[in-house]
């Protein structure tokens, strides 16, 4: 059984901090790996994307991939209140299907 | 705008009754999902779809059924025989393999 765990936090930072979500998976052939923001109520939306081991970076958020480790991150840099969410590790794998982390919620406090 | 459509966004039914929620995408995608979500939970696949007249079954598909007649449509019945269904669904879509999931704005099912 393929598995992807995530800390279900949750996770409080200050305005301004740095947010540092973890996630590890079981599959070590895994390719591709998506990162999910889910606002309460509210369906996942997909925030960030990474395929190759090293960092990708998209305005304040950072993708972290290390297949050696079978370990992803992703890194909120200047912390919005508005960038309180439950974030979701999503591990395609390797068909059709994705398997979804039960999510990590971050709070960030003004 | 293309995007997924799911409706009802909240559906009432009595217990002992079927419900079908809807799934409609226009992104021109192969694959479509149904998900459940209960509160403070992550998101478990109840049934998949990669092609018109293909579907198979996911995690916990017991109590559920699923048709994909058109490309564009995936819709799920909520039988009687699912004994704890009031969760939030979500429906999803992909291009194929390993490739990112666009969700539908979710649907709110309630027993009462």
């Known amino acids: 059984q393929k598995e992807v765990e995530q800390n279900s936090g949750p996770l409080s930072v200050p305005e301004g901090a740095i947010a540092s979500l973890n996630c590890t998976y079981s599959?070590?052939?895994?390719?591709?790996f998506f990162w999910y923001r889910q606002y309460s109520g509210k369906s996942p939306e997909l925030i960030m994307f990474?395929?190759?081991?090293g960092d990708k970076e998209d305005g304040r958020f950072t993708a972290q991939l290390n297949k050696a480790s079978q370990y992803v991150s992703l890194l909120i840099r200047d912390s919005q209140p508005s960038d309180s969410a439950t974030y979701l590790c999503a591990v395609p794998d390797g068909g059709f299907k994705t398997i979804f982390g039960a999510g990590t919620r971050l709070f960030v406090k003004a | 705008d293309g995007g997924i459509t799911q409706s009802p966004k909240y559906l009432f039914r009595k217990e002992g009754q079927n419900v079908t929620l809807s799934c409609e995408q226009n992104l021109n995608h192969d694959a479509m999902y149904w998900y459940r979500q209960d509160p403070g939970q992550g998101l478990r696949l109840i049934y998949y779809?990669?092609?018109?007249?293909?579907?198979q079954k996911g995690d916990i598909a017991e109590g559920y059924s699923v048709s994909r007649e058109k490309k564009e449509s995936f819709p799920l019945t909520v039988t009687s025989a699912q004994k704890n269904p009031t969760a939030f669904y979500l429906c999803?879509?992909?291009?194929?393999?390993?490739?990112?999931?666009?969700f539908g704005q979710g649907t709110r099912l309630t027993v009462v």
């Open positions: 999803a879509s992909s291009r194929g393999r390993n490739t990112e999931a666009f």
């Open positions: 990474i395929y190759s081991n």
């Open positions: 599959d070590r052939g895994s390719q591709s």
């Open positions: 779809s990669q092609i018109v007249n293909d579907f």
